[in-house]
């Protein structure tokens, strides 16, 4: 579903993602942890170009994505993306925030668009919030409709960049839900967070990124109990 | 120091009309220099820089110029270029939106910078092309933090149509001027054209905070 192939990625003289090997099969869930600074976020990014490609391949459903030639437009309603400030539009409803892009670039009907939304919201918990205004929600429930948002483009991966780090703590169980609810029907997942828990329960696959590099990976089960590089142990020893 | 009232009542319809005169100048100046200035604005925000090069090019001479010469040059040179003769308001007009048009350009960069990077990253993400994301996510947020910095200009502008008084526009100044030489007074003119300005920025920003508030509650 997704291939990364000699991913390498520079901000000027900083190379942040040094050589990333990586494929991603249908339906699973890989959880990308690592400390800050490690490429992470940058790595997830370049999944649906949000950053620029500076050299390798990522390959989404076969489709080079760095290729010139690729509608990267058509690729990113394929890829949905959820972000840690969840990035909903102020001036707009909950439910214009769902619709808009499935209106406009999916040329869904307002009708079909709404009945969609009114469907992935009850799908969230807060279908109650249709018409209210992203200000007036709290975080949790900001990533919920961020999470709806990016559903309805009836994408076929979705990508996650620490969705619950800006949470108040008690809150972070509510996205969480949603995600866990998410991966049991079958999305394929890559999720960037410092959610050691959800790693282990929801993961498939974890993956341990280290100065530009996937240092190591395995299944969470023997990631987490017997991890075999020096550096994935101190980094577990510290969140663990 | 006396004042003569009786010499202000006697231009007082001159100068009247000269406010007229005045408020239509900087209506007309910052409704052109609107539209125009949204297009530059826009234009300067091209991402390939070459095509985004004369836009800049606009808003750095006119800022970079006196208003007082580009009235001038307007006025002697363009107009009579194009119309065979000057006319002080034509060109005062002209020369007032273009000159606004550059300001409202950077406001309207400004304010599309001002809006948090993730807006368009969530936009592009949901596949919305570039055009689209500004379209529907970014512009219409940029418009609602434009309106203060816009009614600034357009104070600004009010002020500096005074500047035409130069080149025989008869608004405020013009009439003013007029006092002087017929009486050999200044205090008069002049205080009455610095009164009529007041009244018409005063009001002009009670009218601003009284839309800003209305937008903030909305």
Known sequence: MIKVVNLKKSFGDNEVLKNINVEIKPQEVVVVIGPSGSGKSTFLRCINLLETITDGHVYIEGVDIADKSTNINKIRTEVGMVFQQFNLFPHMTVLENITLSPIKVRKLSKEAAKQKALELLRKVGLEEKADAYPDSLSGGQKQRIAIARALAMEPKIMLFDEPTSALDPEMVGEVLEVMRSLAKDGMTMVVVTHEMGFAREVGDRVLFMDGGYIVEENTPQELFENPQEERTKAFLSKVL | ?218
């Open chain 2, 1 to 218: 120091m006396d004042i003569r009232f009786d010499i202000i009542i006697e231009y007082l319809p001159y100068l009247l009309k000269g406010t007229l005169l005045t408020i239509g100048l900087s209506v007309a100046g910052i409704l052109f220099g609107m539209l125009l200035g949204l297009l530059i604005g826009l234009g300067e925000m091209i991402r390939n820089k070459i095509l985004a090069l004369p836009f800049l090019c606009y808003v750095g001479f006119f800022r970079g110029t006196p208003l007082f010469v580009q009235i001038l040059i307007v006025n002697f040179g363009a107009v009579p270029l194009f119309l065979g003769k000057t006319n002080g308001i034509v060109a005062g007009v002209i020369a007032l939106s273009l000159n606004s048009a550059a300001y409202v350009a950077e406001i309207l960069r400004g304010g599309v910078q001002s809006i948090e990077k993730g807006q368009m990253e969530a936009a592009r993400s949901l596949g919305l092309s570039h055009v689209q994301a500004m379209r529907y996510v970014i512009l219409p947020q940029a418009f609602k933090r434009m309106i203060p910095p816009l009614g600034n200009e357009f104070i600004v502008l009010i002020k500096d149509s005074s500047l035409v008084s130069v080149i025989a526009a008869p608004e405020i100044v013009y009439w003013a001027q007029a006092m002087e030489t017929q009486y050999y007074r200044v205090w008069e003119p002049y205080l009455t054209a610095a009164f009529l300005y007041l009244v018409l920025t005063l009001s002009l920003s009670f009218l601003l905070r009284f839309i800003e508030r209305r937008l903030a509650t909305e």
